[in-house]
């Protein structure tokens, strides 16, 4: 099994709609977790962090539950920039010295 | 403030040729990881340096080697290239012993192709 598994997608949607993709990790002992965002030829950068309680960042919504080890990236009102891949990642601490463990990425291609 | 910088940022090289990496570390930062992502795959975690240490390694043949400067810049080598072996490499700088914060810094990457 994957550490890190994430549906490949693509995912192609119309400008304005909801999308949301899933990960789910195989390692229990996962301490921290995060969303980047890789364009194409380019390098990933964060774009959010994933909190156990769930957190928010204006129209990107991001939630983990630990107990079926999933997270999961809820984007609301979609625009053609947020077409990219999105990378699952996580960490078995919470710390800068361990690496980082990523999935494969989901393609997101937004329409006009 | 200068991120993460890698040098070159694209390179041809042929089979079982050697080739060396750079990378200098966002400024204050003192770790550095390098990743192999593959075309249609996610980063790989190759090694990480700390303290001009190699402190953890991934699942790379010893072909794969490194090395870190008192400066905190670092080097990625590969001996005797395979055509598998091209890739983006992806040098990411953190701070090490800092907790509660993981986040790390990728540079733009160097695009190897072997042929």
């Known amino acids: ?19 949301a993709f899933n990960c789910t990790y195989s390692n229990s002992a996962s301490q921290s977790f995060f969303w980047y965002r890789q364009d194409c ?12 309680s769930g957190n928010e960042d204006g129209r990107f919504t991001a939630q983990l539950n630990r107990a079926s080890q999933y997270i999961s990236l809820l984007i609301r009102d979609s625009k053609l920039s947020d077409s990219a891949i999105y990378l699952c990642v ?15 990425g989901t393609r997101l291609s937004v329409i006009a | 403030d200068a991120g993460v910088t890698q040098s070159p940022t694209h390179l041809i090289k042929t089979r079982g040729q050697q080739v060396t990496l750079r990378c200098s570390p966002k400024s204050g930062h003192d770790t550095v990881s390098w990743y ?13 340096y700390y303290e001009e240490e190699e402190r953890q390694r991934g699942n790379f043949p010893d072909r794969f080697s490194g090395h870190q400067f008192p400066n905190y810049s670092s080097e ?40």
């Open chain 1, 41 to 52: 030829r380019k390098e990933p950068k964060l774009l959010m962090s994933v909190y156990s």
């Open chain 2, 36 to 48: 192999q992502q593959a075309l249609g795959q996610g980063p790989q975690f190759i090694f990480q």
């Open chain 1, 90 to 104: 996580v960490n078995i601490a919470n710390s800068g010295n361990t690496p980082l463990v990523f999935g494969k």
């Open chain 1, 1 to 19: 099994r994957k550490e890190v598994e994430q549906d490949p997608g693509p995912f192609n949607v119309p400008e304005g709609a909801t999308v």
């Open chain 2, 76 to 115: 990625l080598n590969v001996n005797a290239l395979l055509l598998g072996d091209s890739a983006l490499y992806l040098c990411a700088s953190s701070l090490g012993e800092r907790q509660w914060s993981t986040e790390a810094f990728f540079g733009q990457g160097t695009r190897l192709t072997v042929v």
